[in-house]
């Protein structure tokens, strides 16, 4: 199932910026696409943005134009770049191999969240 490390979590002010990371090992990292979740109190996990092993992103509306998902294959790492950073998004976020679900093997293939609290 692998083993992914999330990093780079804080406190911030709105309007501010921060720089995820989570690092992967276990598995072939350069073969699966990798996907950021979050999950705020009182509320279910959420997709936040996907990159495919061809590293072609996507982001949920949300965060279209403020958060950046990107990946480096020989680091075995993939970012979330969030800037324009707002209240709502105060969470615990995740990330997970094969966030489209093809390989069973990976149904389990979470980090332990990192978290961001957005707060003046």
């Known amino acids: 199932q692998g083993q992914l490390v999330e990093s780079g979590g804080g406190l911030v002010q709105p309007g501010g910026s921060l720089r995820l990371s989570c690092v992967v090992s276990?598995?072939?990292?350069?073969?699966?696409?990798m996907g950021w979740y979050r999950q705020a109190p009182g509320k279910q996990r959420e997709l936040v943005a996907t990159?495919?092993?061809?590293?072609?992103?996507n982001h949920v509306d949300s965060v279209k134009g403020r958060f950046t998902i990107s990946r480096d294959n020989a680091k075995r790492t993939v970012y979330l770049q969030m800037n324009r950073l707002k209240p709502e998004d105060t969470a615990v976020y995740y990330c997970?191999?094969?966030?489209?679900?093809?390989?069973?093997?990976?149904?389990?293939?979470w980090g332990q969240g990192t978290q961001v609290t957005v707060s003046s």
């Open positions: 990159i495919t092993q061809y590293s072609s992103p």
């Open positions: 276990g598995i072939d990292f350069s073969r699966y696409a």
């Open positions: 997970k191999a094969d966030p489209f679900n093809i390989y069973p093997q990976l149904a389990n293939s």
